[in-house]
């Protein structure tokens, strides 16, 4: 089956502009989690989608940033406008039911914010 | 959150097996107990997990103290394809309602020589 899939896989943008990152889950997980790692820190949480529905978005670290996941399949990560400290890895992960001992996780996008 | 601990980094020689600690003393009864691995420009890669009991995969063999306050994760044959960041990371089973987002920490780096 196919896997998790993210792009870009590398994104360069300047200061005050947008970004819009997108993950395709394995087809049929109803679950889609986004994760994000900065500046060599830890990864950390962002936010839950069950199908189309935010579960849980206690990660999501300010206003700039914006989820989506309409029809309940792809999900978008927007962020605008992008400041330096955004930069980072961005990942996804899905999973069939919330209860899945495994999530599988896209290699990915890296955000470089000049 | 539950917190586990583990060393930063520990080396191993290809085709030994690595033993990979976990301490958990604050693990509630509900958590299970979840290995992820990171090779290098990859997403997070699901191992194994375990309640109470060893367990046993393809990839790994998950052995888990009676108390449940540490496990190891044991790689029977290491190769240089297993060098990688591996993150112990407790997760609640869901049946008390709670969400099911993954708080890593900052893993073992285990670097394996040829």
């Known amino acids: 089956e196919a896997g998790v899939t993210q792009f870009p896989s590398h994104s360069v943008i300047e200061k005050g502009q947008t970004v819009t990152l997108r993950c395709d889950p394995i087809s049929g997980h109803d679950n889609l989690y986004w994760y994000r790692r900065v500046m060599g820190k830890e990864i950390k949480f962002l936010l839950h989608?069950?199908?189309?529905?935010?579960?849980?978005e206690s990660g999501m670290p300010n206003n700039r940033f914006l989820a989506e996941r309409t029809g309940g399949t792809y999900s978008t990560l927007k962020v605008q406008p992008a400041e330096l400290e955004d930069s980072g890895v961005y990942f996804c992960?899905?999973?069939?039911?919330?209860?899945?001992?495994?999530?599988?996780f896209g290699s990915g996008t890296r955000l470089t914010v000049v | 959150d539950a917190k586990t601990t583990q060393p930063n980094s520990m080396e191993s020689n290809e085709e030994e097996p690595v033993h990979l600690p976990c301490n958990h003393s604050?693990?509630?009864?509900?958590?299970?107990i979840h290995w992820y691995r990171q090779l290098p420009s990859q997403g997070p890669e699901y191992v194994i997990h375990g309640l109470t009991s060893n367990v046993n995969n393809r990839m790994a063999s998950l052995a888990i103290a009676e108390d449940r306050k540490s496990s190891t994760l044991i790689l029977h044959r290491a190769t240089l394809r297993d060098a990688a960041v591996y993150y112990c990371?407790?997760?609640?089973?869901?049946?008390?309602?709670?969400?099911?987002?993954?708080?890593f920490g900052k893993g073992t780096l285990l670097t394996v020589n040829p």
């Open positions: 992960a899905s999973s069939q039911f919330v209860t899945s001992m495994g999530y599988t």
């Open positions: 604050t693990i509630s009864g509900t958590d299970y």
């Open positions: 990371i407790l997760r609640d089973d869901g049946s008390g309602g709670s969400n099911y987002k993954l708080t």
């Open positions: 989608f069950v199908k189309e529905s935010k579960q849980d």
